[in-house]
């Protein structure tokens, strides 16, 4: 039984196995294309679409678009309703799945049938069941959920930091052009103008080109709000 690597990411998502010459390999779908947008469209009551279609149509149709699903799981109280049905996070989860499945299937011939999910070392017990139970829908063999990187600390001090009830602080982290994740959310400490937290960083992360601090409204951004601070800063 070949165990294939799936990475379940929150925008983008991949499936790998060791090849023939003993190297890691992505596996490439219909599209051609390495990676699968995590985002699922519910074109009607038993229809749906993965990845870049879905990606297209979430301006044109957001209500029926699933985006960022991950972030959702292990909340067993959410749904996302479209056409009737109610969606928990692990059944909108296995259906990227069973898209990278067939990407599989079509780049080897063989359809997988057990694999390692990866997760972020911050997904506890319920996140890690529901990674788990969204490999099970899509009738896959969960054989380890694996943590990605660590969790290191930061800390940052400035003078214009200022505390407030109406938003969190975010860092992200660039290491290449027009790439970046919020890796972190935390409330600002008081009055003191400190700012302190986790983050989960690679283990290269002192590589990365450029470093922002931003205030952010949404608990969900996906692109930085404002700028308070750019780095260097002590990433711990």
């Known amino acids: 039984m070949a165990v294939h690597g799936i990475d379940l990411g929150t925008t983008n998502s991949a499936i790998a196995r060791v090849g023939k010459d003993g190297r890691p390999e992505v596996l490439a779908g219909l599209s051609g294309?390495?990676?699968?947008?995590?985002?699922?469209l519910f074109a009607g009551p038993q229809e749906y679409v993965v990845g870049e279609g879905a990606r297209r149509e979430a301006r044109l149709d957001p209500e029926h678009v699933c985006t960022l699903v991950k972030r959702?799981?292990?909340?067993?109280?959410?749904?996302?309703?479209?056409?009737?049905?109610?969606?928990?996070?692990?059944?909108?989860?296995?259906?990227?799945?069973?898209?990278?499945?067939?990407?599989?299937a079509f780049?080897?011939?063989?359809?997988?049938?057990?694999?390692?999910?990866?997760?972020?070392?911050?997904?506890?017990?319920?996140?890690?069941?529901?990674?788990?139970?969204?490999?099970?829908?899509?009738?896959?063999?969960?054989?380890?959920?694996?943590?990605?990187?660590?969790?290191?600390?930061?800390?940052?001090?400035?003078d214009h930091i200022p505390a407030s009830n109406h938003?969190?602080?975010a860092v992200?982290?660039?290491?290449?052009?027009?790439?970046?994740?919020?890796?972190?959310?935390?409330?600002?400490?008081?009055n003191t103008h400190?700012?302190?937290?986790?983050?989960?960083?690679?283990?290269d992360a002192g590589k990365f080109k450029r470093i922002l601090?931003?205030?952010?409204?949404?608990?969900?951004?996906?692109?930085?709000g404002k700028v308070v601070l750019e780095g260097p800063f002590s990433l711990g």
């Open 72 to 104: 959702r799981m292990g909340d067993a109280e959410w749904r996302f309703v479209a056409h009737g049905t109610a969606w928990s996070a692990p059944a909108v989860s296995s259906l990227i799945l069973k898209s990278l499945v067939a990407d599989a």
């Open 194 to 203: 400190r700012l302190a937290g986790g983050a989960l960083l690679p283990a």
């Open 33 to 40: 294309a390495a990676t699968t947008p995590s985002v699922v």
């Open 172 to 190: 992200w982290l660039y290491n290449s052009p027009g790439s970046a994740e919020p890796l972190s959310k935390a409330p600002p400490v008081g």
């Open 167 to 169: 938003f969190f602080y």
């Open 213 to 224: 601090l931003t205030r952010e409204t949404d608990t969900h951004p996906t692109k930085p």
């Open 107 to 158: 780049a080897t011939g063989e359809e997988p049938s057990a694999a390692v999910i990866t997760v972020p070392a911050y997904f506890g017990d319920e996140e890690r069941r529901a990674t788990v139970l969204a490999g099970t829908y899509a009738n896959l063999d969960v054989v380890e959920v694996l943590s990605e990187g660590g969790k290191r600390a930061f800390y940052i001090e400035a």
